[in-house]
């Protein structure tokens, strides 16, 4: 089995800092691709950031310029350090990984955690 575990969110002020990080566990092959998806209510769920085993990275449009993703290979665990954040980045966000494992390939989801931005 593979478990994908996320921590950090929580409240801020608008214009602060946080940063999500997602670790993966279990009997893991490779890891081709990690990513963090948000969901806010009454909306569909949609892509934050992501990055590629060779370590290109894609990000949304109303996030470029303030939010970073990374990936720490040894640790399978991923990294959103999320700044200048503003009431409309309120949303659970979701940690996802592309997952190899012997004879299968499949997408993982983490519990989801929430980030509020709000005064």
């Known amino acids: 089995q593979v478990q994908l575990v996320e921590s950090g969110g929580g409240l801020v002020q608008p214009g602060g800092s946080l940063r999500l990080a997602c670790a993966a566990s279990?009997?893991?092959?490779?890891?081709?691709?990690m990513g963090w998806y948000r969901q806010a209510p009454g909306l569909q769920r949609e892509l934050v950031a992501i990055?590629?085993?060779?370590?290109?990275?894609k990000y949304a449009d109303s996030v470029k310029g303030r939010f970073t993703i990374s990936r720490d290979n040894a640790k399978n665990t991923v990294y959103l350090q999320m700044n200048s954040l503003k009431p409309e980045d309120t949303a659970v966000y979701y940690c996802?990984?592309?997952?190899?494992?012997?004879?299968?390939?499949?997408?993982?989801w983490g519990q989801g955690t929430q980030v509020t931005v709000s005064s």
């Open positions: 996802n990984a592309i997952i190899r494992r012997v004879g299968e390939v499949n997408s993982y």
């Open positions: 279990g009997s893991i092959l490779r890891i081709d691709a």
């Open positions: 990055v590629i085993s060779g370590g290109s990275t």
